[in-house]
């Protein structure tokens, strides 16, 4: 099974050669911000800032509009509605009332989304996973949170391997899922035994690491530099967030 995520590595784009550190500490602001837009015109302005970002990392468009495709086929569910259900002025079409301001909120909460989704894809694209984690390190981000989720990273993909296992077994014994007792009976016992056997691996890779005398540091070969367009890049992607966000309150 494929051990790592399926990300195109952008590491050479215009913004896979900002410094990680700097990149964290400008990106994650930024996406923090923009939930807290409320009106539709600074959204939109944001959403398109952060396709400007995809265009500086050089992200395969086809692969993104599957993903934001997908994203979008699961707000649907939460969005559709809205048109529908919010009070105010109403466009009449046929036997339907849409309502205007139902309608913006929908599209306001749909740019967030996709300008928030876009952001955190242009950060772990353009940068190998070791060296953004070294860059949340380096900035004081708690060490045991760094490395819980090296550990996730890592032995999620050795789960889903073992998981695999487990249904291959159960299909060569002859097991097809219906919607029965002896199917749920089934599934309860197989996930009692990944549980199980995920447990007995933590407590083997917890052995490995103090063996190798493990003092909670994340380490990595990644070489940080801070270079002056580093900087640049990070004062004009905080001042933008900034901005935007005085734009929508006023």
């Known amino acids: 099974m494929k051990q790592t995520l399926d990300l195109p590595q952008c590491f050479h784009s215009p913004l896979g050669r900002f410094d990680p550190r700097w990149k964290l500490a400008a ?4 996406t923090l911000a923009a939930p807290l837009l409320q009106s539709l015109v600074p959204a939109l302005t944001a959403f398109l800032l952060a396709i400007v970002l995809v265009i500086l990392a050089r992200i395969p468009w086809p692969w993104l509009g599957r993903r934001l495709a997908v994203l979008a086929l699961f707000l649907a569910f939460f969005l559709l509605w809205l048109p529908f259900a919010v009070p105010g002025e109403t466009w009449d079409l046929g036997p339907v009332s849409v309502s205007r301001p139902g309608l913006a909120l929908a599209g306001l909460l749909l740019l967030k989304a996709f300008t928030i989704v876009i952001l955190m894809l242009a950060l772990w694209t353009t ?13 004081r981000c708690p060490g045991l949170t760094v490395q819980l989720v090296v550990l996730t990273y890592r032995y999620l993909f050795v789960l889903l391997e073992e998981l695999g296992r487990l249904r291959i ?23 009692g035994t990944l549980l199980l056997r995920s447990y007995e691996q933590a407590e083997r890779v917890g052995q490995a690491m103090r063996c190798r005398r493990f003092d909670g540091r994340f380490r990595s070969l990644a070489d940080l530099q801070t270079r002056f367009s580093d900087v640049v890049w ?3 992607i905080i001042l933008t967030a900034a901005g935007l966000l005085i734009w929508d309150r006023w």
Request: charged share 15%.
């Open 234 to 236: 990070f004062l004009a």
């Open 169 to 191: 077994a159960l299909r060569v014994r002859g097991y097809r899922h219906r919607a029965n007792l002896h199917s749920y009976r089934t599934v309860g016992h197989v996930t």
């Open 127 to 139: 940068a190998p996973m070791t060296s953004t984690l070294k860059a949340a390190h380096a900035l």
């Open 27 to 30: 990106l994650i602001p930024a």
